[in-house]
């Protein structure tokens, strides 16, 4: 499995930009995708993730009421849209993808719960 990420860019606090996941390959392996970031001098962090459905979707604390997680099956995309953005959302952005049936049991909030990575996009708010 292969995920290309993208639409990461520069943005003023307060704007909106929605990422985007291709994945191609066997794409059927990809139940649960998550997006991640990291900023400079820190830990990759969970930001969103969803299930195969899409009817299941978690967030990080820190962006819940900001960030919509998404996905199209039918075009192996998935979609992260952030609204109200603030200088701390400023990091790389990673989407991932578990090859594993959800299972609400498991908060797959964590980077071992993925398999497969994508390049990184960056994000910077200006404030």
């Known amino acids: 499995v292969q995920l290309q990420a993208s639409g990461g860019g520069l943005v003023q606090a307060g704007g909106s930009l929605r990422l985007s996941c291709t994945a191609s390959g066997r794409t059927f392996m990809t139940y649960v995708m998550g997006w991640f970031r990291q900023a400079p001098g820190k830990e990759r962090e969970f930001v969103a993730g969803i299930n195969w459905t899409g009817d299941n979707t978690w967030y990080a604390d820190s962006v819940k009421g900001r960030f919509t997680i998404s996905r199209d099956n039918a075009k192996n995309t998935r979609y992260l849209q952030m609204n109200s953005l603030e200088p701390g959302d400023t990091a790389v952005y990673f989407c991932?993808?578990?090859?594993?049936?959800?299972?609400?049991?498991?908060?797959?909030?964590?980077?071992?719960?993925?398999?497969?990575w994508g390049q990184g996009t960056q994000v910077t708010v200006s404030s």
């Open positions: 991932a993808a578990a090859s594993q049936i959800y299972s609400s049991s498991i908060p797959y909030s964590t980077t071992s719960w993925y398999d497969y």
